[in-house]
């Protein structure tokens, strides 16, 4: 028997810049002899292995900030998560064979400056997640500026220090399951002792 259940289960996750364990030069990556992009990753230390998620799951941006860090300035950036979903994404660099982009902002001019993002709204910087999200005890986003002309350093002096983004994972949508530990049978004639909810 098909049965409904409500996931109602919210999980914030926020991530620093100076918690990313990619701390070596293999995790910048090129384009026409041009460094531009960075994947970070950030350990959860098994923090969120119980979290089951939904079909239906969504990973939404509330906030983000970067610094204008060497030839990066007055530019735009791109943050991909690096996971499978649902929503099929297609961009004209990379076509099917990359990440979902989350958020895209400009930079400003002045090196050091903080390039901060507010989202107020659910319908915006977001997209949907597996189930499996976060399975392997780490999240990956990749960090792009796709207009470099020059090699940006995303690793000496880690420039990338106060970087952080706050993701919520919203999880609120019906799905059938037939599963009964999810979802157990009611017995309707006897649902509390001596009380049936049925009067015949």
């Given amino acids: 028997m098909d049965r409904n259940i409500k996931y109602k289960q919210v999980c914030r996750l926020q991530l620093f810049g100076d918690d990313d364990i990619n701390t070596n030069s293999n995790s910048q990556y090129s384009l026409n002899g041009i460094t531009y992009g960075k994947r970070m990753r950030f350990a ?10 939904s079909v239906n799951a969504r990973c939404v941006v509330e906030t983000f900030n970067i610094p204008t860090i060497q030839n990066m300035g007055s530019k735009y950036i791109l943050v991909r998560l690096v996971t499978s979903t649902q929503d099929k994404t297609c961009d004209t660099k990379k076509f099917l064979n990359g990440n979902p982009i989350l958020l895209s902002m400009a930079t400003a001019g ?18 949907n997640v597996p189930t ?20 940006i350093d995303f690793i000496t002096n880690k420039p990338l220090a106060s970087l952080f983004l706050n993701l919520i994972i919203v999880d609120e949508d019906l799905e059938i399951t037939k599963d009964l530990t999810l979802a157990p049978p009611i017995d309707y004639k006897n649902y509390n002792v001596n009380m049936p909810i049925r009067p015949y």
């Fill in 132 to 151: 499996n999200l976060f399975s392997q005890g780490y999240v990956d986003i990749e960090l792009e500026c796709p207009t470099a002309t020059t090699n």
């Fill in 44 to 53: 959860l230390n098994n923090a969120l292995n119980d979290l089951k998620l």
């Fill in 110 to 127: 002045t090196l050091g400056t903080p390039n901060i993002l507010y989202n107020a709204s659910e319908f915006f910087y977001n997209l």
